[in-house]
């Protein structure tokens, strides 16, 4: 790693005014990515904030839904009892993704900001928008496996690895954060990330220096819930596609350059369309940049099982 | 030249008095792993503070270093060097032999400007601390000049010729065979490039002591390593002392000394200080071998009752550009099934990728994933069970050289492994079997390896204390060879075996060939054998030559070794009071083995069965192992707990080759896409269900006095087909391409209907 | 910077570079190499340790990060003489073959034997709500994030299913 000054933040106000005031500077919270990053010479900040220990930890109940802090660990939002009862679809998705250890240690923030894993950018010798703008893409003509499927650009094919954020979509969760002026904010997670467009390497539209505090829960909608994953091994593996379903709503995990909310399967199926129908509604769009062909078969697949899953759930 | 006859006569291990040959004992050295006590190479207590190499890797696959600039990397505080091509000290040119006896030629580092292969070390940086030698390695500015480089392996197939000295094996007249053959199969089937992924990257902890350089590295050949950094440095084989005592997996990819021992080595002289380096993992993914991808064409021709007329297996591989390395993937197949008609031979490409080498029963890894499932698509086409239709193709003598097989038990392999596995529940229809979400199948395949035995020395010795210690220059790389010395030692000398020391892994003690190939036990453990039998006989000839022994005057082959006695019939002595007595010194003796020059005139091998059941998700194609079992036939048993562990692990190595591992060349580049363990999957614990080895009695008496093959590759071979045959009887769909994941299954399950 | 962390029950204070990772301050600056660096990228669990209770991959923390903290590494569990339970079970199963991902390991499964008692679900609890049983398919599922190359995964299980009782 290049050398960089670390501090411990004493509280949220002081975390974002030492963002703003520190040039380079980045929050840390449990550095499962940064880290990784780090070490590989891909992130290169000058300077740390720890915001691990802010007293943003917190899973409470809030207006009939829940709050979870940002800081809560991976850990601890799966094995909390109202996420167990009400929200199963994010306890599921969270064990599904990485490891005991990696969740033991990982924050809901982080894992919303963590970043793709396509292999052309951890790969500092290859081409990547993403990690140097401007030097091309990798992957649009390289081996493009696990690549998206939808919402990607000529700039950029890589997907948002996280699971959590699957099932938060779908159950249309807000994010709280708190910007560099000390205002807090509140808007809907599916506002979070954006679509590579031009700039892959621009991923969230948060304002440098802002503080992701809390994700808030509405309360569950009516109906099942259901999270389903495809990988190449069992366990500790990144996804190949994922599907979260609450009630009538479903997101596509590991398909897109955010987690994908699929309104257009939700309004068909409103409408009285099969699932099929539904599901092919929303992939009509789907381009693939030719290994990751399957993708689109195997998330239609996925989706089918993963609402026939909730519906079995509901019943 | 000695003769297996040799090996007849009985010894204390056939006898096994001391009832520790053979016994499931606890690994020798487990103690110090499982509290983390083992000082692995980067962990060994050198005199003084090591200072901290790190290498950096090139990012061409093939061209020049045109320009370096070290200059701000060297500006960092605790840099202590930063060497390229340009400023790296002077070492032997590449391939220099100069003592005619090295087993290893030097392998200088930062030789010249040339880059060979993505991720070739070209530039060092050594830092009194780790983190300040990783910061300024970030500073280090090298420019490329590229050069058109091939790594494309598929695209290069027509540039395939037969490998150096080698032409292909035929038998009969294969063509006429195959043609007059009333049932016919002929299908090709694809294997990946395979990395090693030792959980131990690579690594070195140098020091110089006056004009020696002592290096602690991770190698599993000792002397090669030892000779090839004298060779390197261009000093004298004695002023190299190599030690390799913990070894964090092998797998015949520490085979070979890379950069990390050279560069250490020569900083340490520069610095004056110990100096320490390790791959880090992806830097190991490039710097060191990997196992060729494979293309495999079968062609098998039967009669209706399921006899084979014709059988071939050709294979397609690649090595680097500079490199000499076959994959052997066609050769077990000369030994495996009867058929009189018989083509078997390998084609090489030489391409810009890094190292090819061998893995893990390298041939028959690879081998075995389209034969044994050729076999089983013949046996559907015939309406055969696919152990009916191997036993029907049993030879009865080595089908290619007519040898008679020194031992061959696949039949009760496979009978048994039915039994015990219940073979006979499985429906020979594909597809039509559900357990919830799951398709279920099973399939089977044989599994063989030949067996080796190589030189090797050893030597023993007892003090006053009666503790006996083994001493050789083998290694342990997870095999077991610490407890299987300790065992033979224990037995041959009638010592509990608390009472047996073993020092192994260092250039100092008697010459052993090291871990690989399935031969280290039978190697080290006959060497081990013989010097114990020559201290049992010096000890036997200083009792009985001692007038104050009570075993005075007998006879020197009557005198017995037992529960720390040495005695003749009702007389005997502790051998404590008799070294403490007549050799308060201590008494040692040397032995060694060689091979015997008629034991070739026996085809000899290891054999076994794999059983597997597997779930299919019809939804996704994603595979899981429920069930798998093993049986094997691999002569007399040394450890039934270790050989379980080493068998079991090969199983595993299948089930990954079959479903999940694999590395793909990003030809653009010639580097490979997957450089770490998040996107180069191995199994892990979820993928597995309940998973066993069975070991049936077995002595062979023509591989080695003491009746032992080895079982490190035997349990890889085989293992990856009965899990793709197991994928078909689930699923109904044939992939040939491995690994066999999601995308691949999907196809294939849409159009059976699922 | 100052930094005091609490390693196996003994208070110990260093000046680190804030690079230093909990996994190289435990085994470069204190010398306790019984933490492994299997990928130093939280992608196989060979540096597993227990910081306040919890088992992390010590290689993607920052030492500076743990001020404060109690850290057990393999060597705060036992020693040759003086093993502790599952060390113990691992060596009788022979849940080990090259040794470098034993450490990982038992401190791994030492930390989700609490997680289990602590009610924690995993992926393979079918039913999030009902108390949690340590089948095989759970001690695999919550064993998967250590990597064993040599594959003694069977073994393992047996040992930790033994010391679990």
């Not at chain 2, 201290?535 to 070794?561: C, I, Q, T």
């Not at chain 3, 009902?130 to 994030?145: C, H, N």
Request: aromatic content about 4%; overall charge negative; hydrophobic content about 40%.
């Amino acid at each position: 790693m290049r050398p960089f000054t670390y501090e411990r933040a004493a509280s949220a106000d002081e975390a974002v005014k030492a963002a703003a005031a520190t040039p380079g500077a980045r929050f840390i919270a449990g550095g499962t990515n940064l880290l990784d990053l780090m070490k590989l010479d891909i992130e290169r900040p000058q300077h740390l904030i720890d915001v691990a220990r802010l007293p943003l930890g917190a899973i409470e109940p809030a207006g009939g839904g829940l709050r979870i802090g940002g800081m809560a660990t991976n850990s601890q939002v799966a094995a909390d009892p109202q996420v167990r009862r009400r929200y199963p679809v994010l306890a599921q998705a969270i064990l599904s993704g990485g490891s005991p250890q990696l969740r033991n240690k990982a924050s809901v923030a982080g894992n919303l900001l963590q970043r793709t894993r396509c292999a052309y950018f951890y790969d500092t010798s290859k081409p990547c928008n993403k990690r140097a703008p401007g030097s091309g893409c990798g992957a649009l003509e390289g081996l493009n496996r696990n690549a998206a499927i939808l919402g990607q650009s000529h700039a950029c094919i890589a997907t948002h690895p996280s699971d959590m954020a699957v099932a938060l979509v779908a159950l249309e969760a807000e994010v709280e954060t708190l910007t560099p002026s000390g205002e807090a904010r509140r808007f809907p997670l599916a506002e979070l990330h954006r679509l590579p467009g031009e700039t892959p390497h621009v991923e969230t539209h948060l304002i440098p220096g802002e503080l992701i505090t809390a994700v808030v829960l509405p309360p569950p909608p009516a109906g099942g819930q259901a999270y389903r994953k495809a990988r190449d091994r069992a366990s500790y593996a990144g996804g190949l596609a994922s599907v979260a379903v609450a009630g009538a709503r479903l997101a596509l995990g590991m398909v897109a350059h955010k987690p994908w909310r699929a309104t257009q399967v939700e309004q068909a199926l409103a409408a009285g369309a099969t699932p099929a129908e539904a599901i092919g509604e929303e992939l009509k769009d789907a381009a693939t940049a030719g290994r990751n062909d399957f993708k689109v078969t195997l998330t239609a697949r996925l989706a089918m099982a993963a609402l026939a899953q909730a519906e079995g759930d509901a019943a | 030249m000695s003769s297996v006859r040799d090996w007849e006569a009985s010894n204390p291990i056939k006898e096994g008095r001391q009832g520790v040959f053979g016994k499931p004992v606890d690994r020798y050295e487990g103690p110090l792993k499982v509290t983390g006590a083992a000082p692995y190479a980067y962990e060994v207590e050198p005199p003084s503070p090591a200072a901290y190499g790190v290498m950096i890797g090139a990012e061409i696959a093939c061209g020049r270093i045109v320009a370096a600039d070290i200059a701000e990397a060297q500006a960092q505080p605790g840099v202590r060097l930063v060497w390229t091509h340009a400023n790296a000290p002077a070492q032997a040119p590449k391939g220099t032999r100069k003592h005619p006896r090295s087993t290893s030629p030097s392998r200088p580092a930062l030789e010249d400007n040339r880059v060979a292969y993505f991720g070739q070390p070209v530039a060092f940086v050594v830092a009194d601390t780790l983190e300040q030698a990783v910061g300024a390695s970030h500073l280090v500015r090298l420019s490329y000049a590229e050069e058109p480089q091939n790594s494309d392996f598929h695209a290069s197939l027509a540039e395939a010729v037969d490998p150096p000295g080698e032409e292909d094996v035929e038998i009969g007249d294969f063509d006429a065979g195959l043609a007059a053959s009333a049932v016919k199969l002929d299908e090709t089937w694809t294997t990946p490039i395979q990395n090693h992924v030792q959980m131990e990257p690579c690594a070195t902890t140098a020091w110089w002591d006056g004009e020696t350089c002592v290096v602690h590295t991770s190698v599993q050949m000792v002397k090669p390593a030892q000779h090839g950094l004298a060779e390197t440095l261009g000093i004298d084989r004695d002023a190299v002392r190599l030690l390799t005592r913990y070894i964090g997996g092998g797998f015949g990819g520490k085979g070979q000394t890379y950069d990390d021992l050279t560069l250490a080595a020569l900083a340490a002289r520069e610095l004056r200080q110990p100096v320490k380096v390790a791959f880090t993992r992806r830097q190991m993914m490039h710097g060191t071998i990997h196992r060729p991808a494979t293309v495999q064409r079968v062609r098998l021709g039967a009669d209706r009752d399921g006899r084979l007329n014709a059988m071939s297996i050709v294979t397609w591989t690649h090595c680097h550009r500079d490199g000499q390395f076959t994959e052997h993937a066609s050769n077990f197949a000369r030994s495996l099934y009867a058929a009189p008609n018989r083509l078997t031979g390998h084609r090489l490409v030489k391409l810009d990728l890094p190292g090819a080498g061998p893995m893990r029963a390298p041939g028959e890894a690879s081998g075995t994933l389209s034969l044994e499932c050729a076999m089983d698509e013949l046996a559907e086409q015939l309406g055969l069970d696919p152990i009916e239709l191997r036993i029907r193709n049993e030879p009865e003598a080595d089908p290619e050289t007519g040898k008679p097989f020194s031992m061959r038990q696949l039949v009760r392999c496979m009978t048994e492994g039915a039994q015990q596995f219940g073979w006979d529940r499985r429906n020979p229809k594909p597809g039509q079997v559900r357990d919830g979400r799951w398709l279920v199948g099973l399939g089977m395949a044989a599994a063989i390896r030949g067996n080796f035995l190589l030189p090797a020395k050893c030597s023993f010795s007892v003090d006053v204390d009666g503790i006996v210690t083994v001493r050789q220059g083998m290694t342990d790389i997870g095999t077991g060879t610490y407890t299987v010395l300790a065992q033979i030692a224990a037995e041959t000398l009638g010592v509990p075996l608390e009472k047996v020391r073993v020092e192994i892994g260092d250039s100092e003690l008697p010459p052993a060939p090291g871990s690989g190939g399935q031969f280290g036990a039978a190697t080290a453990g006959s060497a081990a054998l013989d010097a114990g039998m020559n201290l049992r006989k010096a000890l036997a000839e200083l009792a009985v030559n001692d007038p104050a022994s009570p075993l005075h005057g007998a006879a020197v082959e009557a005198v017995a070794f037992h529960d720390g006695l040495i005695a003749v019939e009702n007389r005997s002595e502790t051998l404590v009071d008799l070294v403490r007595r007549s050799a308060p010194q201590g008494l040692a003796a040397e032995g060694e083995i060689r091979p015997a020059a008629d034991a070739r005139n026996w085809s000899q091998h290891t054999y076994g069965a794999h059983f597997c059941e597997v779930g299919v998700d019809p939804v996704t194609g994603e595979t899981r192992v429920r069930r798998m079992l093993g049986v094997f036939a691999a002569g007399r048993i040394v450890n039934a707990k270790t050989a379980r562990s080493q068998l079991t692990g090969g199983m595993i190595w299948g089930v990954a080759s079959a479903i999940h591992e694999g590395n793909a060349v990003d030809a653009r580049y010639g580097s490979l896409i997957n450089q770490d363990l998040a996107q180069y999957m191995v199994t892990v614990q979820a993928d597995l269900g309940e998973l066993d080895a069975v070991m049936l009695d077995e002595v062979d008496d023509k591989a080695n006095p003491l009746g032992i093959k080895g079982v490190g590759e035997l349990g890889n071979s085989g293992a990856g087909a009965a899990v793709a045959n197991a994928i078909y009887n689930a699923c109904g769909v044939r992939v040939r391409d491995y690994p066999i994941t999601p995308d691949k299954l999907l196809p294939g399950l849409i159009r059976a209907g699922f | 910077m100052r930094t005091t962390i609490t390693v196996n029950g003994e208070a110990r204070t260093h000046d680190l570079d804030p690079r230093t990772t909990l996994l190289d301050y435990l085994r470069e600056t204190l010398r306790l190499t019984g933490a492994k660096k299997g990928c130093d990228h939280g992608q196989c669990g060979a540096c597993t340790v227990l910081v306040n209770g919890l088992r992390i991959n010590a290689c993607l923390s920052l030492a500076v990060a743990h001020d404060g903290d109690e850290v057990v590494s393999i060597e705060g569990l036992g020693t040759p003489d003086a093993l502790h339970p599952m060390q113990q079970a691992f060596l009788k199963h022979d849940a080990l073959q090259c040794g470098y991902c034993t450490p990982g390991q038992i401190c791994s499964a030492v930390a989700m034997l609490e997680e289990v008692a602590a009610g924690w679900p995993s992926q393979e609890t079918a039913d999030l709500t009902a108390p949690v049983l340590l089948t095989p398919d759970e001690l695999r599922e919550r064993m998967s994030g250590n990597i064993c190359r040599c594959s003694a995964y069977p073994q393992i299980v047996a040992a930790i299913a033994e010391a679990a009782g």
